[in-house]
């Protein structure tokens, strides 16, 4: 792992953040390079950006206070850390973005459905970049493991800063997700093509898809994060995300593809 990305005197760069803003560029490169083909102006593109960014960082921040609450110190200092120093919680991120990004479609009168499916692989091109910047930071880490795979932490400032287990092979859980992001990318890339896909398919796909993934990692996670019934927060969540999925894709049932003239 390699946590710390640069110091320069007194300024620490955490490779977290890093890679973060990596993912952030690259689903924004991407965005752009497609947004001719879904017929959106690139200007809106970098407006929309912005309160995307916005949304997700508040939203990741606000789920992780809920499923980490035992852990936190609820004074104004130890909050003040979490929205600076904490990753957050991505389906807290991807809820805070999805409602900004509501209201600002509807401000400027573009169809949510062709929004959706135009972000669709950016954010698990993303998405991917970003779970590895979890593996330099040793966060989301998986259960002991027995396996070829599995990854050994052993930077001290992780176990101080998250808790990662230190010496103890590890579920590389990181590296699924990424692995199973640049996978949905790629499917949702390829499918972008397909003529006879009808608005929103993208979208739901993406939704869909990444839950399965998500909903099958979590059993391999080994970090606290909230659970009830025997699921995580985040397999409640996923479970209702492919529910969403599944009546969103039956609903576009019937309407017009994109190819045809």
Not at 13 to 42: E, H, M, N, S
Not at 194 to 211: E, I, S
Request: a positive charge; hydrophobic letters at 50%.
């Amino acid at each position: 792992m390699w946590p710390v990305f640069l110091r320069l005197g007194p300024i620490t760069i955490y490779t977290y953040g890093v890679l973060v803003a990596a993912g952030f560029l690259a689903a924004l490169l991407l965005t752009l390079r497609q947004a001719p083909r879904f017929g959106v102006d690139k200007a809106f593109v970098w407006d929309w950006s912005f309160y995307v960014l916005l949304g997700a960082i508040l939203g990741a921040r606000l789920l992780y206070l809920v499923v980490e609450r035992p852990r936190i110190r609820w004074d104004w200092r130890g909050i003040a850390d979490v929205f600076l120093h904490a990753g957050g919680v991505f389906y807290g991120g991807f809820l805070g973005a999805v409602l900004v990004s509501l209201w600002f479609l509807r401000r400027r009168g573009i169809s949510v459905w062709t929004a959706g499916d135009l972000v669709a692989a950016p954010l698990a091109l993303g998405h991917a970049i970003g779970r590895v910047g979890c593996l330099s930071a040793g966060c989301c880490y998986g259960r002991p493991a027995h396996v070829a795979w599995a990854v050994t932490f052993t930077n001290p400032l992780a176990g101080e800063l998250i808790g990662t287990p230190l010496n103890v092979p590890l579920h590389p859980t990181q590296v699924y997700e990424s692995l199973w992001n640049l996978l949905l990318a790629g499917a949702l890339m390829g499918l972008a093509r397909w003529r006879g896909r009808r608005p929103g398919d993208l979208w739901w796909a993406y939704v869909g898809l990444y839950a399965i993934g998500r909903f099958g990692i979590e059993f391999y996670r080994g970090d606290p994060r909230g659970a009830w019934g025997g699921f995580s927060t985040s397999q409640w969540i996923a479970m209702g995300a492919l529910g969403a999925a599944l009546v969103g894709l039956w609903s576009r049932r019937g309407r017009r593809p994109v190819g045809v003239g």
